[in-house]
């Protein structure tokens, strides 16, 4: 295999590599020139942003279709009838140590999930969407009540009437968010739906292409994204924020970053070469919001970090960066960054996984073998 400049093999980490086809998502990752696009099935996401609603995204990537309003109201009823946890799932909630960290409870709450479906082993596809529905429409509850058991607080059930977004905010803070808080988060919950073959979706197709169960395939997805490479990134972003304090400080943090050879989270992308479109919504939404507020100490800190990486490394700001400022501005604590992002991406890896079981076929790559050639084997008392 060809090695490149960098030391890297050609296809290493599996970069610029298509391994299987899709009619999911499309992304064009632009260039200095051309800026990049991020479709679902065909829809542009800066259209989603602007004019869909979470409920619209789930059904285009679950069903392959915009829904009529006769199918978003059923989509609606639906997702609002599902929102409850099993008992025995709440129950073990309970159970943990509350120092247990959100996305670590998530992915044992979805794993657990298993024990309550009937048809959990079923990998028919039709089976396979109403369990994403389900996952789709329990993710928010699992991390909702979770942040309130952890905190000596008794779960707030959900309210079928409410959005998704604003009735993760009502179970999450007990008591209703404005119309500003909850639009923001319909729209943070669209941008974060789908994003192609990205590590923990490629991850779920991966374990259900083994024709194991749903569960299994999306316990495998909360555990990819967690790390800080992946989904964990935005809570690396708010540290880092945090840590530096205000404005005048952010140069020389970044500039001290690039000497020790630090990444720095929430920049950089394995396909965009340019600014990743889910940006450009979010940047805009943590100015409205920290306007709000009255404080836009953050979002400033956040334009001067994105100049000088900008100028020193040429790398641009990905969805991770300004969804923290905007989750921040929600209210919604540090730890629960990453866990929103499932939240969110549980439409995208149900509509992967159901894609893969339509026309399945086990994921088994090759590797270059660089390792010692073959030798004698001598028994323990020789070596
Ligand atoms: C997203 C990411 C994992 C993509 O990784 P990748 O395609 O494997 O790219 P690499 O890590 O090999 O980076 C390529 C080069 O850019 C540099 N780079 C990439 N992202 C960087 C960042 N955030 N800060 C500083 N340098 C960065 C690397 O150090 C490397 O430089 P080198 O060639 O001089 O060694 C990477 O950009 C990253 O780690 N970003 C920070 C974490 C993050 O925000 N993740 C969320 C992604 S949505």
């Given amino acids: 295999m060809a090695q490149k400049p960098s030391g890297r093999f050609e296809g290493e980490g599996l970069e610029g590599i298509k391994v299987s086809q899709t009619e999911v998502c499309f992304i064009d990752g632009g260039g200095p020139d051309r800026a990049a696009k991020l479709l679902y099935r065909g829809y ?4 989603l942003a602007v004019q869909s609603s979470y409920e619209e995204t789930v059904h285009l990537l679950l069903y392959g279709t915009l829904p009529t309003r006769s199918q978003l109201d059923d989509l609606r009823r639906k997702l609002g009838g599902m929102r409850a946890l099993p008992p025995e799932v709440l129950k073990f909630l309970q159970s943990l140590p509350r120092t247990a960290k959100p996305m670590d409870v998530l992915r044992t709450a979805v794993s657990a999930l298993s024990f309550s479906d009937p048809r959990s082993d079923d990998v028919s596809v039709e089976v396979a969407r109403e369990k994403g529905l389900r996952l789709v429409a329990q993710f928010g509850t699992i991390m909702a009540a979770w942040d309130r058991v952890r905190s000596g607080k008794v779960p707030v059930p959900p309210d079928p009437e409410l959005g998704h977004a604003a009735n993760f905010l009502l179970m999450q803070r007990g008591q209703k968010a ?7 988060l319909d729209v943070c919950l669209v941008l974060h739906a789908e994003h192609d073959f990205n590590a923990s979706t490629f991850s779920a197709r991966v374990t259900i292409a083994t024709l194991t169960d ?13 790390g800080p490479l992946h989904g964990g990134a935005n809570e690396g972003v708010m540290k880092n924020l945090n840590e530096i304090g205000t404005p005048d400080k952010v140069e020389g943090w970044v500039q001290k970053q690039f000497a020790a050879k630090q990444k720095i989270m929430g920049f950089g992308h394995r396909v965009y070469k340019t600014e990743d479109p889910r940006a450009t919504h979010l940047r805009k939404m943590s100015l409205e919001l920290g306007k709000r507020r009255g404080n836009t100490t953050l979002y400033d800190m956040s334009i001067a970090m994105e100049g000088a990486v900008k100028r020193e490394k040429g790398l641009s700001p990905n969805v991770d960066f300004y969804s923290a400022t905007v989750y921040h501005a929600i209210g919604l604590p540090l730890d629960l960054f990453t866990p929103i992002f499932a939240v969110s991406r549980i439409a995208g890896w149900s509509a992967h996984v159901i894609e893969q079981l339509s026309n399945n076929r086990l994921i088994r790559p090759l590797s270059e073998y660089v390792g010692a050639a073959e030798r004698p ?3 323990v008392e020789k070596r």
Avoid: Q
């Fill in 44 to 47: 542009n996401i800066h259209d």
């Fill in 178 to 184: 404005d119309d500003l808080e909850s639009r923001a």
């Fill in 214 to 226: 749903f569960y299994s395939a999306i316990t495998s997805a909360v555990g990819t994204l967690k």
């Fill in 377 to 379: 084997y001598l028994p």
